[in-house]
């Protein structure tokens, strides 16, 4: 294999591909990045049995020739330093060539690179999908879906399907469900066509989901989803992004969920999202991440924390609407915090139960996004 290829193109592509590199791999070919050269364009794959992330680059895109092609072949790269490597190299084109035994030599300006690469025939294929079950979401609206849902997954490896978000499809309605037993979120939209005829529930790890969105483009480009029996595919230009289903039934969750409060309130985003980032600064000292909500009749609320070595916080906020019971309750502030940051709503209606009971987050605005929090029981 021979070829020259810009340097900007050869380290947006590494970039994509080594979010699938694990450094905990077993597997010795793994800790590489493959390199496919054809005559239509170079390839690179990377993968940790989880995730696998393809990408490639065309020989000329609009009219810019990006790679000379002078002999075609495959290598694969020990990842870590190729991928230093191409970052420091001093001139705009870079030379790489693959002799014997996958001796390979990269050339850039003055400098020239030795590095034993390893038999490409070694290193596992990708899943083949059938197309025929798919569905295609916007990228920015997935981004977001991911962002809203994806923080609230378990970080237990015991309980291995809560490590991952529910993918619901019912009828027309895609729904992710994200939930550590603790808290949960939940956003709905609607997709373009009713695919539930030949898709059931599937769960996709938290965190291979949060290296996707970093991958997906920030503007409203289609992103076309192919499912499988145990893999997804995710078609992004010239990217293509597997990852694995996770094995085991997903909790049925919607029983958590109340129909009717006893106590409702409408509240400043931003002021209540302060409050509890003022207040979680005690509770984080203390250890414990408590802070109490006490409801008043003058349609205010008090949060506060404490710590038995640095002392108390208490701040007062003025409702925008306040109906039911007057209720005292204890929450982890880290996990209110986490629900705030992706209410995208100048107001929140917060709705209650009862003391011991979820508590349920929505914008003011919407229905389509739920965040729930689960109480603590405190002594007082």
């Known amino acids: 294999m021979k070829l020259t290829i810009?340097?900007?193109?050869?380290?947006?592509a590494i970039g994509h591909v080594s979010k699938a590199i694990s450094s905990?791999?077993?597997?010795?070919?793994?800790?590489?990045?493959?390199?496919?050269a054809t005559a239509s364009g170079v390839t690179l794959t990377a993968s940790d049995t989880d995730i696998s992330i393809q990408s490639f680059t065309p020989i000329e895109n609009d009219s810019i020739k990006i790679i000379d092609l002078f002999k075609s072949g495959?290598?694969?790269?020990?990842?870590?330093?190729?991928?230093?490597?191409?970052?420091?190299?001093?001139?705009?084109?870079?030379?790489?060539?693959?002799?014997?035994?996958?001796?390979?030599?990269?050339?850039?300006?003055?400098?020239?690179?030795?590095?034993?690469?390893l038999d490409p025939e070694e290193y596992p294929l990708l899943p083949q999908i059938e197309e025929n079950k798919m569905?295609?979401?916007?990228?920015?609206?997935?981004?977001?879906?991911?962002?809203?849902?994806?923080?609230?997954?378990?970080?237990?490896?015991?309980t291995p399907i809560l490590t991952g978000v529910l993918w619901h499809i019912s009828g027309t309605k895609l729904k992710f469900i994200a939930c550590d037993r603790h808290r949960l979120a939940s956003r709905e939209i609607t997709i373009e066509h009713d695919v539930s005829q030949n898709l059931q529930n599937i769960v996709i790890s938290g965190r291979t989901l949060n290296e996707l969105s970093k991958i997906l483009p920030d503007q409203n480009s289609l992103i076309d989803i192919v499912i499988s029996d145990n893999q997804v595919l995710f078609k992004i230009h010239s990217i293509l992004f597997y990852s694995r289903i996770l094995d085991g039934t997903y909790p049925d969750t919607s029983k958590l969920i109340p129909q009717s409060y006893q106590t409702e309130m409408l509240v400043p985003t931003k002021q209540l999202a302060d409050a509890i980032d003022r207040a979680y600064l005690l509770s984080r000292e203390d250890k414990s991440n408590i802070v109490k909500m006490i409801m008043r009749e003058d349609q205010t609320i008090e949060i506060s924390s404490s710590s038995s070595e640095l002392?108390?916080?208490?701040?007062?906020?003025?409702?925008?609407?306040?109906?039911?019971?007057?209720?005292?309750?204890?929450?982890?502030?880290?996990?209110?915090?986490?629900?705030?940051?992706?209410?995208?709503?100048?107001?929140?209606?917060?709705?209650?139960t009862g003391a011991m009971q979820p508590i349920i987050i929505k914008p003011e605005e919407s229905s389509s996004l739920l965040q729930l929090i689960l109480p603590y029981r405190t002594t007082n």
């Open 135 to 158: 569905i295609r979401i916007p990228s920015d609206l997935l981004k977001t879906m991911i962002r809203q849902t994806s923080f609230a997954v378990s970080t237990n490896e015991s």
């Open 311 to 352: 002392g108390k916080v208490t701040e007062q906020i003025n409702l925008q609407r306040f109906s039911g019971e007057l209720l005292r309750i204890s929450f982890n502030s880290k996990y209110m915090l986490d629900a705030l940051k992706v209410l995208d709503s100048e107001h929140i209606h917060i709705g209650f």
């Open 6 to 12: 810009l340097k900007d193109h050869l380290i947006e």
């Open 24 to 36: 905990r791999t077993t597997i010795p070919i793994l800790t590489g990045i493959k390199i496919d």
């Open 74 to 117: 495959s290598v694969v790269l020990p990842a870590k330093f190729f991928v230093e490597i191409i970052r420091k190299l001093p001139s705009q084109t870079i030379e790489i060539e693959v002799k014997d035994h996958f001796q390979t030599t990269i050339r850039s300006g003055s400098s020239e690179i030795q590095i034993m690469g």
